[in-house]
Nanobody, 124 residues
Framework: QVQLVESGGGLVQTGGSLRLSCAAS????????MAWFRQAPGREREFVAA???????NYGDSVKGRFAISRDHVKTMVFLEMNSLKPEDTAVYYC??????????????????WGQGTQVTVSS
């Protein structure tokens, strides 16, 4: 059974930093794209960042230059380094993995595996 488990969320002040982690189990994702999405109350799910097996990355416009996605060597974990946090970054952050091989997508509907989410709250 495939599981994605996020950790690292919490409460931080404006301008602060957090590092989210996502641990995958049940299969390897070394040839798959993994990504982060977020959803704030009353808003649609938003793409945050994705990293392909090749190391190629893509970021949502609202987080470019502030967030960085990375993966560990054996590709079983994915991280999201978040800097210069703003109140509008407040949301539940979800880790996701695409079951397709060698495909890169920023569309949440195309991802097959999801974590339970971790809350990030940025106070003003």
């Amino acid at each position: 059974q495939v599981q994605l488990v996020e950790s690292g969320g919490g409460l931080v002040q404006t301008g602060g930093s957090l590092r989210l982690s996502c641990a995958a189990s049940g299969r390897t994702f070394s040839k798959n794209t993994m990504a982060w999405f977020r959803q704030a109350p009353g808003r649609e799910r938003e793409f945050v960042a994705a990293m392909a097996y090749s190391g190629m990355t893509n970021y949502g416009d609202s987080v470019k230059g502030r967030f960085a996605i990375s993966r560990d060597h054996v590709k079983t974990m994915v991280f999201l380094e978040m800097n210069s946090l703003k109140p509008e970054d407040t949301a539940v952050y979800y880790c996701a993995a695409d079951a397709r091989l060698f495909v890169f997508s920023t569309h949440g509907s195309e991802y097959d595996y999801w974590g339970q989410g971790t809350q990030v709250t940025v106070s003003s």
